[in-house]
């Protein structure tokens, strides 16, 4: 720990490029016919959110793969990525926290009595994101009763 989804997305063949994105757009998954898929990171966001969008993509990258097809693609994660809503954003946000935070090793902490600040420093994750994942686990209570 942590899982670090750059190495993971070079080992599977992805390049991964820091980009000067709008504001708007955390990141994407950029696919062409015939050549390698490329994750690309908003380089004016933080280390957690860069980590979580990789590992966001990386999700949707995993999604298209199961595709026999070449295919051309472009997935962005955006303000509407975060909100839940469409089937492909809830897969690949699901897929990074699974990822980034796996849930072994998180009630494993909290069992431990670690709180969701220290897991979030651990796991090297947003203490949102890793708040969110809590309380998918059903471990919200005990992380607040810490804090």
């Known amino acids: 720990m942590p899982v670090e989804p750059v190495a993971i997305a070079q080992a599977l063949g992805l390049q991964v490029l820091e980009a000067q994105l709008d504001e708007n757009t955390l990141g994407a ?3 062409e016919p015939g050549r390698e ?3 690309l990171l908003n380089q004016n966001d933080g280390q957690h959110r860069r980590r979580f969008t990789c ?9 298209r793969s199961e595709e026999q097809d070449e295919y051309a693609r472009i997935d962005l994660r955006n303000i509407v990525s975060t909100t839940g809503e469409e089937p492909e954003e809830i ?5 990074a926290a699974c990822l980034l935070m796996p849930e072994d090793e998180v009630r494993t902490l909290s069992e431990l009595g670690m709180d969701d600040l220290e ?5 090297k994750v947003s203490r949102q994101a890793m708040q969110f ?3 998918n686990l059903g471990l919200m209570a005990s992380a ?4």
């Open 37 to 39: 898929p490329t994750i």
């Open 55 to 63: 590992a966001h993509e990386l999700g949707h990258f995993v999604r």
């Open 133 to 135: 994942r809590l309380k």
């Open 29 to 31: 998954l950029v696919k």
């Open 144 to 147: 607040l009763q810490e804090a």
């Open 119 to 123: 897991m979030s420093l651990r796991f």
């Open 91 to 95: 897969y690949a946000n699901e897929f």
